[in-house]
């Protein structure tokens, strides 16, 4: 497989490889991208291209001075692309008002779309190509498994709104009677202004699905909302 690229001279920095490693580039962050795109994050198809792209760019003149002015590390750009990419992850991860955490995955994809444009842009497409697919991997068919594995869990972490403090012995009176345990229990502030929000660990002595767990706790008196975190 090196031999194929080598012979095509690929390895060197020739017009070839630039256009080559560019159009690699695009091709994988953009199978990324597209995955993030179809569940509506907010860095999807073009962000993913650009950082890979922008980082196999990076590689490439890491290498270029390398070869051309001499006296440089070649994967000291590199590095930096790894170490700054933090900023553009950081702002796509978001707490929303039920202390529910998103956007880990899509930073995730995102470094990982910046570490395949270095490998690209160095040269090494057969670690690039077989990374894109195995990221594709984890984010499409482990999804549906880790969705399915959650949806049965005996723990479940819900954020509900209850009218007021004294609703708050009839949700546990309804725990007790259902043989539920409650394992951990928060009063934060309402996102609503109104009525008394709680984010409440749940465990359940039999494995049921948490539509069903949900329906269970949806009966309490004073209940205004309900939604699992």
Same mark, same amino acid.
């Given at each position: 497989m090196f031999d194929f690229f080598e !012979?095509?001279?690929l390895q060197s920095l020739t017009l070839q490889a630039i256009v080559f490693r560019l159009t690699l580039?695009?091709?994988c962050g953009g199978a990324l991208g597209l995955e993030r795109t179809s569940k509506r994050r907010a860095a999807g198809f073009r962000t993913h291209i650009l950082v890979c792209i922008g980082?196999?760019?990076?590689?490439?003149?890491?290498?270029f001075i390398f070869e051309n002015i001499g006296g440089a590390d070649p994967s000291r750009l590199g590095a930096q692309v790894i170490s700054g990419i933090g900023f553009l992850g950081a702002g796509t991860i978001l707490v929303t008002g039920a202390h529910q955490i998103k956007g880990l995955t899509t930073a995730a994809a995102?470094?990982?779309?910046a570490c395949m444009g270095i490998a690209i842009g160095i040269g090494f497409y057969v670690g690039a190509i077989l990374t894109a697919v195995f990221v594709l991997v984890v984010m499409a068919p482990l999804d549906l498994l880790q969705t399915r594995f959650l949806a049965y869990s005996r723990f479940i972490q819900l954020f509900i709104i209850l009218e007021d403090f004294d609703n708050i012995n009839d949700f546990f009176e309804l725990c007790k009677q259902n043989n539920i345990h409650v394992d951990d229990?928060?009063?934060?502030?309402?996102? !609503?202004?109104?009525g008394l929000a709680i984010l409440v660990m749940l465990r359940f002595k039999k494995r049921m699905s948490h539509q069903e767990s949900i329906?269970?706790?949806?009966?309490?008196p004073g209940l205004l909302s309900i939604e699992e975190t």
């Open positions: !012979t095509y001279g580039a695009l091709i980082s196999a760019l990076v590689m490439m003149c890491g290498q995102l470094w990982a779309s229990f928060e009063i934060i502030q309402s996102p !609503t202004g109104s329906n269970i706790v949806r009966v309490c």
